[in-house]
Every structure is written in C-alpha cells, then in structure tokens.
T-cell receptor, first 117, second 110 residues
Framework: DAGVTQSPTHLIKTRGQQVTLRCSPK?????VSWYQQALGQGPQFIFQ???????QRGNFPDRFSGHQFPNYSSELNVNALLLGDSALYLC????????????????FGNGTRLTVT | DQQVKQNSPSLSVQEGRISILNCDYT??????FLWYKKYPAEGPTFLIS?????DKNEDGRFTVFLNKSAKHLSLHIVPSQPGDSAVYFC?????????FGAGTRLTVKP
C-alpha cells in the first residue's frame, strides 16, 4: 500500500523563478493538503484540495497556487520565489468523510526541500 | 500568532523511564487534537489523537491526556525506548482550521 509520495525531494531555485511540486496521495485518500515547514517551526497550512477544488486556504499569498487532478494527485506552484520561501514543503492526504476530513488523520509525505538563492 | 505552543524545544530521558511532552493551545474552538512523530528526512507520522469529549486516550505505550479547562494536552510514553527519539508535534483542529506546534525533540538515551 503506497503512502504519500512527493517529488522532487530537493530543489534549488533562484529568486524570481517559479516552481512546481508534485504529490500523489495515499491509496484510497481523496483529499490533499499542502504545508510549509520552515526550520525550527511546525508545519503551516497552505491549502487543501478535494474534488479538484481548493476547499480551505491558510494565510499565504496568491503566489502560492495549486491544482488537484482527477486521480487525486496534486501540484503546488509558487511564483516569483522569495528567499523566505526556502522551506520543507509537505503534502498530506486524508479521507473526506461525510463532507469533512475533520477527524481523518493526515498522512504526510517525506517532503520537498526547496532552497531559494 | 502561535495558537499551539510546545514550550520545550527538547527533552532527554533514560530508556525505560517515562517521557512527558506538553502542548498548550489558546483557541477554545479547537476540539480535536493529534500528536505526530517526525524522524529526520521523513514526513510526520500520525501517532495518536483525542477528541475534546474525552480526557484520555491510550494506545500501547502512548497515552494522550487533555485538560480542556487549562487548554493543555500531554503525551506520555511509557516505557521510553531509543527508537522513540524523534521530533514530536502536537496539532489542534477546530472550525476548519488546523495548527501545529513547533515541535519537541525527544532523545531517549540507552
């Protein structure tokens, strides 16, 4: 049973560039959430996708956008990269039960380490 | 704003003893709480959770306690094992929001 997979594992970009990160959810899961984890901090919620729509969004600028595909996989796009975007980006999947993924524990991937120079 | 706080960045205990990790929250809308464990180069792994209608949930060596009036939860690991050495995050959910603490690095010494 494949867990959550993310690609690439590491990425180095220059300020101003754009980046796309990819995530495949755990088998049987239909909801994907993206988190940013800066060094020494806990994961910060970016947004959540279900049925190919953004359902919830954290306090992140519009430079952060996403997409969910019919097979439930997802992409996170970040435009106009800033040095402060350097972080570990985590994808988590869960099951949307009864109209909410509320009590469904998140299953995380190993993350993509993004370095912006 | 830090709505979920783990005030101890690190904790060191001897193998076989109890590990107690603490977490405080400020938002009274939180009603579901989770603990995650994270090893280096891996994503966080779900450990145990508790609903606000309970004050204790146990799973093997792991027990989570919730004190709603104090807005405090704790994770007890008994007995602690060297393989438990990791970073532990508490998380709180409520009102379509989920917040994580900054984590506590637990080291269990043989």
């Amino acid at each position: 049973d494949a867990g959550v997979t993310q690609s690439p594992t590491h990425l180095i970009k220059t300020r101003g560039q754009q980046v796309t990160l990819r995530c495949s959810p755990k088998s049987g899961h239909d909801t994907v959430s993206w988190y940013q984890q800066a060094l020494g901090q806990g994961p910060q919620f970016i947004f959540q996708y279900y049925e190919e729509e953004e359902r919830q969004r954290g306090n992140f600028p519009d430079r952060f956008s996403g997409h969910q595909f019919p097979n439930y996989s997802s992409e996170l796009n970040v435009n106009a990269l800033l040095l402060g975007d350097s972080a570990l980006y985590l994808c988590a999947s869960s099951l949307y039960m009864g109209g909410s993924s509320y009590n469904s524990p998140l299953h995380f991937g190993n993350g993509t380490r993004l370095t912006v120079t | 704003d830090q709505q979920v706080k783990q005030n101890s960045p690190s904790l060191s205990v001897q193998e076989g003893r109890i590990s107690i990790l603490n977490c405080d929250y400020t938002n009274s809308m939180f009603d579901y709480f989770l603990w995650y464990k994270k090893y280096p180069a891996e994503g966080p792994t779900f450990l145990i959770s508790i609903s606000s209608i309970k004050d204790k949930n146990e799973d093997g060596r792991f027990t989570v306690f919730l004190n709603k009036s104090a807005k405090h939860l704790s994770l007890h690991i008994v007995p602690s094992q060297p393989g438990d050495s990791a970073v532990y995050f508490c998380a709180a959910r409520g009102n379509n929001d989920m917040r994580f603490g900054a984590g506590t690095r637990l080291t269990v010494k043989p």
